[in-house]
């Protein structure tokens, strides 16, 4: 489990962005995938889902807490969904953020290079809290998914001076390198996004800083957030990566689990 002191300061959140040890999956998904979309052992990956939230509230002191995780259909959109009441993985809407304000409701996201992004105010609602989970690809960032994530939670209450926010492990720039219409792409939604981009030892070609990108969108929103360590794409011990698993021609890859729940009370 990794965790980012900016969401650790308030005893009314609990998250992680866990690494993918301490599950029971076996060979391409070992150990700790948590993405029913993964041709994994639904089995195996149903108790790696329970195995996360029995470590999410046992590390606060919580032992037996019954906590119900949502998480979503992925796919690359700002689209985000408000959970009044937790559903089953089957039944997930299609969406790439999901808020609430209600305790007991952990927010799930799965990425394998994307960028997770967890969100809290604790002071909304009189304390009650609203907490959010977006899952940020480069189409997803582009198209908007924090600015429609900070507006659902302020659906809910929330206020942006008082959002904290912190962007998972990722995909970084090192090792991720893109074509020249990739960059076009982003300099033309803003010129200014030059920034994010320095030229790669192949001709032609750039890498790209995707978790820069978001930080610069958060900025802008005025979320206070930090960014934790970790490029998913180059630690294979910790992380599962589909640019890793695309480049050695793997059929298949696991994925990665950030979650997110309000306390009690």
Known sequence: MITAQ????????????????????????GSLNCGFGSGDNPDHVAANRTRAMTRLVEDAGEVGRAVNLVTLYQVHSPDVAVVEEPWDPGDAPKADAAVTNRPGVALGILTADCVPVLFADTQANSGKGVIGAAHAGWKGALGGITEATVEAMRSLGAEPSRIRAAIGPCIRQDSYEVGPEFRVRFADADPANGRFFRPSTRDGHFLFDLPGYIGRKLDVLGIAFETCAGDTCADEHRFFSYRRATHRGEQDYGRGLSAILLADG
């Open 6 to 29: 900016s969401l650790n300061q308030s005893g009314r959140v609990r998250h992680a962005f866990f690494t993918r040890a301490g599950g029971v999956s076996q060979g391409l998904f």
